[in-house]
């Protein structure tokens, strides 16, 4: 019995229409909207729900503003959220019905089990030939001229209860510890086997709550770039990106979110078994990130923001109807 990843984020936003442009933009499918709130979908039917913060079905915010509001985890079968109704009973706020069970963690998010609906889907990444290692003959690596997310990889918290959300997640959902920042970080996994983490929480000095990033994963380091670049050439604003992970080894590019918090694009993340043993890194801006270019690449000039165009056409440009 064990968590199989992010079923769907639901968010509380302030601007409705800007987040459905957003999202449509970040490369997603809607599948439903109204005047309420707007569905997503990534390749694999992972959920993106985004609704009117002033909506009565929401859960209550753990920070003011747009933000994250429920983290739908899912599970194989009706067996499996059956033995996680005995695990969350007693929690904060547990409710339990036969489609899901939830409670509120130690700060202050709802959290909601439920049967997956996520579908199988054959997509790969473009391998790469390293030394050594040829694993590409004759094929040339992608270019992509916008992305089209997988899924939702990981969430990311700032917490004023660290030790509390850590013991909440290992003993009542089994969550594995991956990597610390000793007494104020923690790399969490879903199960033995998976990514380097689906949850990061981060204890700062100043005790605050909220979210910092949902990030969304996609097939390869050219679709993180692929994506970054649409994303700045429709106006978003890049927070930072991209730029390299050494605690995870994933590439990343973060871009601020209408909906709350930061987004992630993010690929080629490490792949961890029962025999990984957790590190401890002090936390620092080398530590997040070995390299990054902050404020991004503009998506016009294929530069560093505010860089001059070179001449030529891009092989991602196309021809305006």
Same mark, same amino acid.
């Given at each position: 019995?064990?968590?199989?990843?992010?079923?769907?984020?639901?968010?509380?936003?302030?601007?409705?229409?800007?987040?459905?442009?957003?999202?449509?933009?970040?490369?997603?499918?809607?599948?439903?909207?109204?005047?309420?709130?707007?569905?997503?979908? $990534? #390749?694999?039917?992972? +959920?993106?729900?985004?609704?009117? %913060?002033? !909506?009565?079905?929401?859960?209550?915010?753990?920070? =003011? /503003?747009? $933000? #994250?509001?429920?983290? +739908?985890?899912?599970?194989?079968? %009706?067996? !499996?959220?059956?033995?996680?109704?005995?695990?969350? =009973? /007693?929690?904060?706020?547990?409710?339990?019905?036969?489609?899901?069970?939830?409670?509120? !963690?130690?700060?202050?998010?709802?959290?909601?089990?439920?049967?997956?609906?996520?579908?199988?889907?054959?997509?790969?990444?473009?391998?790469?030939?390293?030394?050594?290692?040829?694993?590409?003959?004759?094929?040339?690596?992608?270019?992509?001229?916008?992305?089209?997310?997988?899924?939702?990889?990981?969430?990311?918290?700032?917490?004023?209860?660290?030790?509390?959300?850590?013991?909440?997640?290992?003993?009542?959902?089994?969550?594995?510890?991956?990597?610390?920042?000793?007494?104020?970080?923690?790399?969490?996994?879903?199960?033995?086997?998976?990514?380097?983490?689906?949850?990061?929480?981060?204890?700062?000095?100043?005790?605050?709550?909220?979210?910092?990033?949902?990030?969304?994963?996609?097939?390869?380091?050219?679709?993180?770039?692929?994506?970054?670049?649409?994303?700045?050439?429709?106006?978003?604003?890049?927070?930072?990106?991209?730029?390299?992970?050494?605690?995870?080894?994933?590439?990343?590019?973060?871009?601020?979110?209408?909906?709350?918090?930061?987004?992630?694009?993010?690929?080629?993340?490490?792949?961890?078994?029962?025999?990984?043993?957790?590190?401890?890194?002090?936390?620092?801006?080398?530590?997040?990130?070995?390299?990054?270019?902050?404020?991004?690449?503009?998506?016009?000039?294929?530069?560093?923001?505010?860089?001059?165009?070179?001449?030529?056409?891009?092989?991602?440009?196309?021809?305006?109807?």
């Amino acid at each position: 019995m064990t968590i199989l990843g992010i079923e769907q984020i639901t968010y509380g936003v302030d601007d409705l229409d800007a987040c459905r442009r957003f999202f449509a933009d970040w490369g997603m499918r809607e599948v439903a909207h109204d005047s309420s709130q707007a569905r997503f979908e $990534t #390749l694999n039917g992972c +959920t993106v729900l985004a609704v009117r %913060a002033d !909506d009565p079905s929401l859960p209550p915010a753990f920070e =003011a /503003g747009p $933000t #994250l509001r429920e983290v +739908t985890w899912g599970v194989a079968t %009706a067996a !499996d959220l059956d033995g996680y109704r005995e695990r969350l =009973a /007693g929690a904060q706020g547990y409710y339990s019905h036969d489609a899901a069970v939830g409670c509120i !963690d130690p700060n202050g998010m709802a959290i909601r089990v439920e049967v997956t609906r996520k579908r199988a889907i054959d997509v790969k990444g473009s391998p790469s030939n390293v030394w050594g290692q040829t694993l590409r003959v004759d094929t040339p690596s992608p270019v992509y001229d916008h992305a089209e997310p997988v899924e939702v990889g990981h969430v990311v918290f700032f917490t004023n209860c660290l030790a509390e959300q850590q013991r909440f997640y290992e003993e009542r959902l089994g969550f594995e510890m991956s990597d610390r920042y000793p007494e104020r970080g923690a790399f969490m996994r879903c199960a033995p086997h998976g990514g380097h983490h689906d949850l990061f929480l981060l204890q700062l000095p100043t005790g605050k709550r909220g979210l910092n990033h949902v990030a969304f994963t996609v097939r390869d380091i050219h679709e993180v770039f692929g994506g970054g670049l649409h994303i700045s050439r429709c106006g978003w604003e890049t927070q930072l990106g991209p730029g390299r992970h050494p605690v995870s080894s994933a590439y990343f590019w973060y871009f601020k979110n209408p909906a709350g918090g930061l987004i992630e694009y993010y690929a080629d993340e490490d792949q961890l078994t029962p025999e990984w043993q957790p590190r401890d890194f002090e936390p620092g801006p080398t530590v997040f990130a070995e390299w990054a270019v902050d404020g991004g690449i503009d998506g016009h000039t294929r530069r560093q923001v505010d860089a001059k165009a070179p001449e030529g056409k891009f092989m991602t440009d196309r021809q305006k109807s």
